[in-house]
């Protein structure tokens, strides 16, 4: 996948599939479920580093995180989220962040969340070299500046703000931005003053594609669902399943079976049997041996 394919894609009206992914295994699967894009987001710091918020994650996590999900795809684009912290400051940190994500992880592109000096961060990036996918509406880094985790946009005067940052990331030369937590209306007015792919995830259906939290959808996590999310799968409930039966197996003395043990031929067994019973080892252990029963 390209970014040239991208914007082909929403010209044909072909809707484009985005997935968050954080480790190898996850990569398979997307791979194979034939998504376009992969987002190694900083919502790894809920999904698999148990942090609350995804604030505390750094670069080291996302880097570690970003170099396994490459090793798992072939076909859809990279892009590896900038973490809170790693690009606020200056273009230069910006620019030395997105450098790591494409040179240690090898992504294709970065994203980070925000307008205001977010573009600017955005615009140095590009400049650099590196494509960039913005992320409008609710930004989960800066969730607390915007009120909580709620929908943003819904009045005239904030929905303005969300598709002021939208046409701004687009001057900046964002490839795609992401539309989060923002009324469908509100959403469509937005896609139709850009020409920029969209990407929605709470914002329905007019924009260019759709991207949800692989462990929302797969139900590998519990607690708390935002309005948005579908659950395709019961991840969580199958993998429960699986651990409580070898847990029981173990204590019931079901598992291993005659299946899982390996066989050795009776005559080496005769002479392992021989040797322990005598002693004959090479390491110069020295004990008193018991015969074997
Ligand atoms: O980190 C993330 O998972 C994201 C997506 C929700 C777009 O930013």
Redesign the pocket.
């Known amino acids: 996948m390209t970014i040239t394919r991208l914007a082909e894609m929403m010209k044909a009206g072909e809707p484009i599939a985005m997935i968050?992914a954080y480790d190898f295994p996850s990569a398979e699967v997307v791979e194979e479920a034939g998504v376009d894009v992969v987002?190694v987001?900083?919502?790894a710091a809920n999904c698999v580093l148990g942090y609350d918020t995804?604030v505390p994650v750094g670069m080291d996590e996302m880097t570690i995180l970003a170099k396994a999900v490459r090793r798992g795809l072939k076909t859809p684009l990279l892009v590896g989220?900038l973490p809170f912290g790693s690009y606020e400051g200056s273009d230069e940190l910006a620019i030395a962040s997105a450098q790591r994500l494409v040179k240690e992880a090898g992504c294709a592109a970065v994203?980070l969340e925000g307008g205001g000096a977010s573009v600017e961060r955005a615009e140095a990036i590009i400049r650099a070299g590196i494509p960039v996918m913005g992320?409008v509406g609710l930004t989960?880094q800066t969730a607390t500046a915007l009120g909580g985790m709620k929908a943003q946009g819904r009045t005239a005067e904030k929905a303005v703000k969300v598709a002021d940052d939208a046409l701004a990331l687009e001057r900046a030369g964002c490839f795609a931005i992401?539309i989060?937590a923002v009324p469908e209306a509100v959403a469509g007015m937005i896609v139709a003053k850009l020409d920029t792919p969209t990407i929605g995830?709470g914002a329905g259906n007019a924009t260019a594609g759709q991207?949800l939290?692989l462990h929302d959808l797969a139900g590998i996590n519990h607690g708390h669902l935002a309005k948005f999310v579908k659950r395709y799968s019961d991840v969580r409930g199958e993998m429960l399943r699986g651990v409580e039966g070898y847990v029981a197996e173990v204590r019931s003395g079901g598992f291993p079976g005659p299946e899982h043990v390996y066989s050795v031929d009776p005559s080496e067994l005769d002479g392992l049997r021989r040797r322990l019973d005598e002693g004959d080892l090479e390491s110069n252990y020295s004990w008193d041996w018991e015969p074997l029963p």
Do not use: A, Y
């Open positions: 968050t987002l987001g900083d919502s995804t989220d994203k992320h989960p992401v989060e995830i991207v939290v």
